[in-house]
């Protein structure tokens, strides 16, 4: 067990160290990804970004899915609504930035392989700064098996809106797991 704790802060080490070594234009911290099971065709990623002059993460890719975005969750009329952040994600110069389960995170869907814990998966964040100059950041982020954050929306299950998936708005408990696992609950 002391090895693969070992492991893993070796990763997230090296996750801050990749994005640095390269000169990029954010600083990645406390990187990871949620781990997932067979059949699970989504999961989310999550990390702190830190921007020293400003600009906006305006896209994401992984060769582990079809599609990846980063979306923001936020209660909307009593229902917990998730979607894509149009338009990219505001980093203002020297604030950091999470990037968490239940709030901002990164949606990594149509998975072409589950998703094993104490393995990395590559993320290539791109970044425009406030100049308009576009970058990419690429990291290998670690999975992790973490149980979601029980908060007072913890059970929005039953009115979990969808529809920026292509699912209905309503999904029950039980749909919303096997479509999504734990992988955007708070």
Known sequence: MKLKSLMMAVALAATALTALAAGAPVEVDNA???ATVKGQMATGAFMTLTSDHGGKLVGVSSPAAAVV??????M????????EVKGGLDLPAGKAVALQPGGFHIMMMDLKAPLAASTTVPLTLIVKD???IESKVD???PVAVKAPKATKGAA???SMNHAAHGKPAAMDRAAH?????????Q
């Open 139 to 141: 990291v290998q982020v």
């Open 156 to 158: 929005h299950a039953d």
């Open 177 to 185: 797991g096997a479509q999504h696992g734990a992988s955007h609950a």
């Open 76 to 83: 909307e009329g009593g229902v917990m609504k998730m979607g």
């Open 69 to 74: 975005q980063v979306h923001e969750m936020k």
């Open 130 to 132: 406030d100049q308009g």
């Open 32 to 34: 990871w990804v949620r």
